[in-house]
């Protein structure tokens, strides 16, 4: 596999934690990192997940967003209660207005300076492919609580090459509890999408299995426009309970199609 190496003076003032990254090394007088993989596979073994010190840290700051943003909460605890405010969002507005709450979300949970800083000085390092390997990791790292057990895998990229800026969800836990194409469509995959190309330069599509619930992250990757885009065409979940109801309520309707999405 070949290696990626980065060379830019602003690495020089950042140390970066191994065993993400090796130390500097120097090559015809500058300065470059060399960015390094957990394993010459082209993914990483996905193992059992144990709660973490801080799972419920951030589960309770994610939530706090969402009930500022929507003005309500829910009685249940934890992580359904969670789910419930992530449907509130999708209650008595249009998907595209979703979609703008949910990105108002996500830039909450970050200082504006550290958004902007990073899209100015670290999103154009090396054409991107430094911030998509650096984004992809802190994701597979921080985000479990919320997505369940993933890791960091390699993704094709436009050019012909490949890079190790993807992150594989197994069962992503909030398609599975929120039981709604809608719901992860507007409150998270193109609000996520967004908010990373706009807000930390960092192209991305999210490409969401709605038959396992898996989830393939490609950091680096434009997304497609919305019109061909094919999670937009999904049809509900066999397991929302929407679409149930609308079938033994109307058996002539298109049943089929999430009126969420």
Same mark, same amino acid.
């Given at each position: ?36 993989? %957990? ?33 309500? @909460? ?10 419930? *405010? ?23 949970? %970050? ?10 000085? *670290? ?6 492919? %430094? ?28 050019? &012909? ?20 194409? &809608? ?14 190309? @706009?807000?930390?330069?960092?192209? !991305?599509?999210?490409?969401?299995? %709605? ?25 509900? !979940? ?5 679409? *149930? ?17």
């Amino acid at each position: 596999r070949k290696e990626d190496r980065i060379g830019s003076p602003v690495m020089a003032m950042v140390p970066l934690p191994s065993p993400l990254f090796a130390w500097p090394k120097v090559y015809h007088g500058k300065t470059a990192i060399r960015v390094s993989c %957990f394993s010459n596979s082209t993914s990483e073994p996905i193992e059992a997940r144990k709660p973490k010190v801080f799972d419920n840290l951030f589960l309770s700051l994610f939530r706090n967003k969402m009930v500022q943003e929507t003005g309500w @909460d829910s009685e249940k605890p934890g992580y359904q209660g969670l789910i419930e *405010v992530a449907h509130r969002l999708t209650v008595g507005q249009d998907n595209s207005k979703t979609r703008d709450a949910a990105v108002r979300i996500l830039k909450s949970l %970050f200082p504006p300076l550290l958004l902007e800083l990073y899209r100015m000085l *670290v999103a154009p390092i090396h054409s991107g492919k %430094f911030a998509a390997l650096m984004v992809a990791r802190v994701t597979a790292l921080s985000c479990q609580w919320l997505m369940g057990p993933c890791a960091v895998n390699s993704v094709d990229l436009p050019n &012909g090459s490949s890079l190790m800026s993807g992150v594989f969800v197994e069962k992503c836990k909030y398609l599975e509890e929120s039981k709604c194409v &809608g719901v992860c469509i507007n409150t998270c995959k193109l609000p996520t999408q967004t908010f990373f190309k @706009d807000h930390m330069g960092v192209p !991305l599509l999210m490409e969401p299995n %709605f038959t396992d619930y898996s989830c393939q992250f490609k950091f680096g990757i434009l997304p497609p426009q919305l019109e061909v885009d094919d999670a937009l065409k999904e049809p509900c !979940l066999e397991i929302c309970p929407s679409s *149930v109801r609308r079938k033994e309520m109307n058996h002539n309707m298109d049943a089929h199609k999430c009126p969420k999405a």
